[in-house]
């Protein structure tokens, strides 16, 4: 077990302090609230209905003053100058730090090839200008399940190292099988690599991340030997839809808030988000594998959400996981639609669910245990909001059918065109309006008491503009994102998993057609409209209460296509809103990645006939390609059975085109080195008439196709 805390002491009783003042603060507003709604609701007499609401205020209470007071510690953390004990302050930054082997690695599947290579170029040459290179392997680790993508990530990969020089730093590996996700595509580096290594730094196919923030991050595992995992606070940045740049907005403008309270709070305790952070490789190795937990999914087997879980059990070994959120150039990419966003939370609910059964694991600290409930709760809370809303209608419902409640006129009062009872439901609201909207007044009035900072984000009146038109894009989006991870957490009750599928991260040119948004939003519309009309009719005053939560629903259609413009969200940039310092003061990083994709994009496209299978008929045709991922490939000895079976795919490919074949098919021709020289051999020999239509084709288009550097890759 490692030493604790050679570097940044903190007294454990100054901790428990900070803990106890944090966590006596969500209690003791819960319980003020628990007691006005307990008042409120029994002054009539309590009724199973009112008990279950009662139990739901609790619990959802509590979830939203965990974030108001971790939003207020901050805002006291950043206003008297910073918290002393931070990680970054145990290196002492103007002198020279040691550094260690670490690799870079970069899990992909199915991902944009241009963008993950032009961001690898970019980090690859700002690691490079630190002058700290020799210290920095660099890997992509591949489970792509489709021919183009795969011979494009090869091709790619070639033409960067011959480009930067980096064929003893840059490493590509295709796995044969895809299992076990992302962990098991790290946990397979970390069997065959990871010894060689003291860190590896673990990035996202949009990940970017400065040279100077990578050696920043292993200077500090070096400083601090009792560290397993430091973990940075990404920022949201090349959004071009107007949903896009309401998150990149929201992300910049109050992240730091939440992250200093965060920070203030956790310190040596704190969580792994899966990517964007740094790991000592060995205490990984030794103590973060994932068991399969009990049953069969979605509860069971494989652990989805790996990072939750490899931050407990790191903590659990005695090494500490540290949130460092001064490194700010740190960046991800983020989903560009509503609908790109649910099917994320999809993926996302079914792994937080999981967690259930790691609640009560042995071994575990609390504060780690504190990390999963949230987790879950970030989906569980949607249900249970829905369904306080649903019995507080059928409430109203019972209490409009007595004729209304039985007290004095002078008891109630008109607020917004609807009766509300004072003094408790009105305390009960504002208060609850006060904690979901000062966290984001607090961190708007503070960026604008700091002219510099405000000009960062447009200037004082462009910002204040953007957090108030962000706050009611964000209150809209409420409900129908209460519904969307309702509908998820329901799904996975009843057992539904999920597959594994590529993340949407740029947008398309049209943003999400009226087709998929009827299909995606159209139940939530209906169920708005019968919610609404129902309220309406039978307790008109609620009504008024629920009109905003039933607006977001029911314009759920139309708000989603909105948002997924790109046109929208470009002028949106042009009149100066939702900017960010990302945007207004980018760091060299980024705006080299914008210049090399911009050049990358414009280049000659395959012809129709030929672009669906463009990687196999480069893999098969190009002497220089079929060498290159012959020589990738690891080399087997197939059975009698699978052999012939080769061979009848071979003929077929051949003599009726690739379109006769499955991807899964395609995929294991390219995976087999003797399938692959044949192909290429016979492909060169065999008479013209012999072949395909679609092979003659591809020959006659090779000398247009290949007079394009292969560089520029398509989309």
């Excluded at 957090?467 to 969307?484: C, G, H, K, R």
């Excluded at 039933?550 to 969200?569: H, M």
Aim: proline letters at 5%; aromatic letters at 12%; a positive charge.
């Amino acid at each position: 077990m490692p030493p604790l805390f050679n570097t940044i002491k903190m007294d454990p009783r100054a901790l428990n302090r900070r803990r106890f003042v944090f966590f006596s603060s969500v209690f003791v507003l819960t319980s003020l609230a628990t007691w006005v709604m307990a008042d409120l609701l029994w002054r009539h007499g309590i009724t199973g209905v009112e008990f279950t609401i009662f139990i739901l205020f609790i619990i959802l209470f509590t979830h939203i003053a965990i974030g108001f007071c971790t939003a207020m510690f901050g805002f006291y953390v950043i206003n008297r100058g910073g918290d002393k004990n931070r990680i970054i302050r145990s290196v002492d930054w103007s002198k020279d730090q040691p550094l260690a082997s670490t690799a870079i690695i970069l899990p992909v599947f199915n991902e944009d090839v241009s963008r993950v290579f032009e961001g690898l170029r970019v980090i690859f040459r700002s690691v490079q200008e630190t002058g700290k290179l020799e210290h920095f392997d660099f890997f992509i680790l591949s489970d792509s399940n489709q021919p183009n993508q795969w011979i494009q990530e090869e091709l790619a990969w070639v033409e960067l190292c011959k480009q930067v020089q980096g064929f003893e730093k840059i490493f590509y590996r295709k796995r044969r099988q895809s299992i076990n996700k992302k962990a098991g595509n790290v946990a397979d580096f970390l069997r065959r690599w990871g010894r060689n290594y003291r860190y590896m730094v673990v990035l996202d196919a949009d990940s970017i991340m400065t040279g100077r923030a990578l050696v920043q991050m292993v200077a500090m595992m070096e400083a601090n030997s009792n560290v397993g995992i430091l973990q940075t606070a990404p920022r949201i940045v090349r959004g071009e839809t107007l949903y896009a740049r309401l998150q990149s907005f929201a992300n910049s403008l109050y992240s730091p808030l939440f992250l200093a309270g965060l920070n203030f709070w956790q310190q040596h305790d704190g969580n792994y988000w899966g990517h964007n952070a740094i790991i000592r490789v060995q205490p990984f190795i030794d103590h973060c594998a994932l068991p399969d937990l009990p049953g069969s999914e979605p509860f069971g087997g494989r652990i989805l959400s790996h990072d939750f879980v490899e931050a407990a059990l790191m903590r659990k070994a005695g090494w500490a996981v540290w949130l460092v959120p001064e490194i700010e150039t740190s960046y991800e990419e983020g989903p560009p639609t509503l609908i790109d966003s649910a099917k994320r939370d999809r993926r996302w609910c079914q792994g937080n669910l999981q967690h259930t059964w790691l609640l009560t694991a042995r071994g575990f600290k609390p504060a780690n245990r504190f990390h999963l409930l949230m987790g879950v709760m970030a989906y569980v809370s949607s249900p249970l909001w829905l369904l306080f809303l649903i019995m507080s209608t059928v409430r109203m419902f019972a209490v409009a059918s007595r004729g209304g409640f039985p007290a004095r006129p002078q008891d109630y009062t008109s607020v917004f065109g609807a009766y509300i009872h004072i003094p408790q439901a009105l305390f009960l609201f504002v208060l609850t309006m006060l904690m979901l909207f000062l966290p984001k007044l607090v961190g708007l009035i503070a960026t604008l008491g700091d002219s510099e900072e405000a000009e960062r984000f447009g200037g004082r009146t462009r910002l204040a503009l953007s957090a108030l038109l962000e706050t009611v894009v964000s209150a809209i989006l409420a409900p129908i994102n209460m519904f969307f991870n309702s509908k998820f957490v329901i799904f996975t009750l009843l057992g539904q998993g999920v597959s594994w599928v590529t993340q949407q991260r740029n947008a398309t040119d049209d943003g999400t057609d009226w087709r998929e948004a009827i299909i995606t939003h159209g139940p939530m519309t209906l169920f708005g409209l019968i919610w609404g009309a129902s309220t309406f009719i039978l307790a008109r005053d609620f009504f008024w209460w629920m009109s905003p939560v039933l607006a977001g629903l029911v314009l759920s259609i139309p708000i989603s296509i909105f948002l997924s413009k790109s046109g929208f969200g470009q002028r949106a940039r042009r009149i100066g809103l939702f900017l960010t310092p990302e945007e207004t003061q980018p760091c060299y990083e980024l705006r080299r990645l914008e210049q090399n994709l911009a050049a990358c994009y414009k280049h000659l496209q395959p012809i129709e006939p030929l672009r669906n299978d463009y990687g196999l008929l480069q893999a098969v045709l190009d002497p220089y390609i079929n060498a290159m991922h012959v020589a990738l490939l690891r080399r087997s000895n197939p059975s009698e059975e699978a052999r012939d079976w080769f061979i009848q795919l071979r003929e077929k490919l051949l003599r009726e085109g690739p379109s006769i074949l499955t991807a899964k098919e395609k995929m294991a021709l390219l995976l087999d080195a003797e399938s692959m020289i044949w192909l290429h051999e016979e492909l060169w020999r065999l008479p013209g008439e012999s072949l395909a239509e679609w092979w003659r084709l591809a020959m006659r288009q090779y000398n247009v196709l290949t007079a394009t550097p292969v560089t520029a890759l398509y989309r």
